[in-house]
């Protein structure tokens, strides 16, 4: 083994599904408890909740996905129209960023990750 | 070549398959979304033989216990039996055993299977009246020998099936009920572990099963601390026997909460739910188990989860009606 890793995808070199399911406990928990947010996320079912917060990580790790960018307006639609917009998308990847950064992920793939959300601005927030 | 068996239908997987693909390529109507093992929409389970290991990373291991897979992830080189999550209708037959008051508004109803049968305590089962009205009831005893299953049924005054068991169901009389499911129970090998019982009216049920079989079955020795709410003291229906089991295991704990007035210093006035959750404002590593009214579960598995417990340990039955 040599460890070198360079074919390797950004989804790998994280972890995989591994680390999606180690990230979303903690992910999912500063969301909640970001009083920027979390209106956006009340009176739903956590347990779905969950699940769809394993969806957008995979997505934001570049993991297999079968989202293009019709989906996710149209699943934001409903927030846009209550007022999501650019400050609570920086507070998502804010929150994403500080959840790799407990989980000991390098900078250097962090800035990957945020960069590969920063792709879905405009659809996530109906431009 | 491999064959699943769907419902009444065989179908032949073809090399490395996965079910999901089996059933779908076979017009079968089954849910799935990412097709990855991400989202979970694709949860079936096996009835026979155990799926592979792989197809249930990611699920609770009281689901893995019980052979839940993700049928996306599943290439079985076994031949299986598979089922959607509440496609499992089959009835089994029981005579009634035992009836008797625990309060003025919950019956202890205990049924014995004619088989044998596998349970863990805290699971629930459905029971059926013989002109079709099914309700779920949790199970609040242990596996026995005798295959019996002890319920707590509280009364409502209009309730259909409730009232029906207090004014017409009588010892003798048969009755037949579902396989056991729901993952709220008790799950061996983290022994250390403290556990957070939270339990409104007879969400007291389950709670006691999964007591039961963390004390006497599996001799628990981390700390168990359960909190019982009622509206007023006669709500309190195992009182004498919880604090009888406080004595003799000390690492057992319980606490009787009131949400009406409060005359007596022995019990705590206020929620049970958020008189647990300020006892204890750090839930990481903790396994909480919550019961009973939807909002009460919901509400606290939130509260519970945000003061930083897994939220895969978090076990909860909330009692829809
Ligand atoms: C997983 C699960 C486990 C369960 N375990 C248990 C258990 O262990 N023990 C148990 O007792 N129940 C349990 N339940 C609830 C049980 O399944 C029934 O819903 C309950 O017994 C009511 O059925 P019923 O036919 O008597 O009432 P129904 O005829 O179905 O009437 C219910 C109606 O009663 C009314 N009602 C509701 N709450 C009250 C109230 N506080 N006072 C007056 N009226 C009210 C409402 O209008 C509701 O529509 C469980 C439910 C689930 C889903
Ligand atoms: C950073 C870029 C984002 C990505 C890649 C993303 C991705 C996703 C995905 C994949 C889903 C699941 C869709 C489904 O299957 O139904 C989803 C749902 C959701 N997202 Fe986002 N999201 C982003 C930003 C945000 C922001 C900024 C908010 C609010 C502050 C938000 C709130 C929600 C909510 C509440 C849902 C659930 C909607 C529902 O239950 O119907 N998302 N998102
Ligand atoms: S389809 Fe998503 S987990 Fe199977």
Redesign the interface.
């Given at each position: 083994m040599t460890g070198i890793t360079t074919n390797a995808t950004l989804f790998e070199q994280l972890g995989g599904a591994a680390a999606v399911d180690a990230a979303v406990d903690i992910f999912y928990r500063k969301v909640l408890a970001d009083e920027r947010i979390d209106r956006f996320f009340e009176g739903v079912d956590m347990e779905k909740q969950a699940a769809k917060q394993k969806a957008f990580l995979t997505m934001a790790f570049g993991g297999p996905n079968n989202y293009n960018g019709q989906d996710m307006r149209n699943a934001h639609a409903k927030l846009v129209k209550i007022g999501l917009d650019d400050s609570h998308f920086d507070a998502v990847v804010e929150n994403l960023a500080a959840t790799l950064t407990e989980l000991g992920v390098s900078e250097e793939l962090i800035k990957q990750v945020a960069a590969i959300a920063e792709t879905t601005r405009a659809d996530v927030l109906g431009k | 070549m491999t064959r699943i068996k769907f419902g009444e239908q065989f179908f032949e997987a073809e090399n490395n398959e996965t079910v999901l693909n089996t059933l779908l390529r076979n017009n079968m109507q089954v849910p799935y979304?990412?097709?990855?093992?991400?989202?979970?929409?694709c949860l079936m389970r096996s009835l026979d033989n155990a799926p592979p290991e792989k197809s249930q990373?990611?699920l609770k291991d009281t689901q893995q216990k019980q052979n839940y897979f993700l049928a996306c992830l599943c290439e079985s080189e076994d031949d299986m039996t598979v089922a959607l999550l509440n496609n499992e209708t089959s009835w089994l037959d029981a005579e009634v055993i035992e009836k008797t008051d625990l309060s003025t508004n919950v019956i202890l109803l205990k049924i014995k299977a004619k088989e044998p049968l596998a349970f863990i305590a805290g699971q629930f089962v459905n029971l059926r009246r013989n002109d079709g009205v099914i309700r779920s009831y949790s199970i609040a005893n242990s596996p026995n020998s005798e295959h019996e299953l002890a319920f707590h049924i509280r009364i409502l005054p209009n309730g259909k099936f409730s009232r029906w068991v207090a004014d017409e169901l009588t010892i003798g009389m048969p009755l037949s009920f579902s396989h056991a499911q729901g993952d709220c129970h008790y799950v061996a090998g983290q022994n250390e572990q403290p556990l957070l019982l939270i339990g409104t009216g007879t969400g007291l049920a389950p709670l006691y099963g999964i007591l039961l079989d963390a004390l006497s079955t599996h001799n628990h020795q981390g700390e168990i601390h359960l909190f019982h709410g009622s509206r007023d003291a006669s709500g309190l229906y195992l009182e004498e026997k919880l604090i009888a089991l406080t004595q003799k295991y000390s690492n057992f704990h319980y606490t009787a909460c009131l949400s009406g007035e409060v005359h007596d210093k022995k019990y705590t006035p206020g929620r049970a739910n958020d008189i647990a959750l300020q006892n204890f404002p750090n839930t990481t590593g903790w396994r909480v188990y919550l019961c009973g009214q939807p909002e009460m579960v919901?509400h606290s598995?939130?509260a519970a989860?945000?003061q930083g417990a897994?939220?895969?340990e978090i076990y909860a039955d909330a009692f829809l009606s």
């Open positions: - | 979304g990412c097709k990855t093992g991400v989202c979970q929409c990373v990611g919901l598995k939130r989860y945000l897994s939220l895969k």
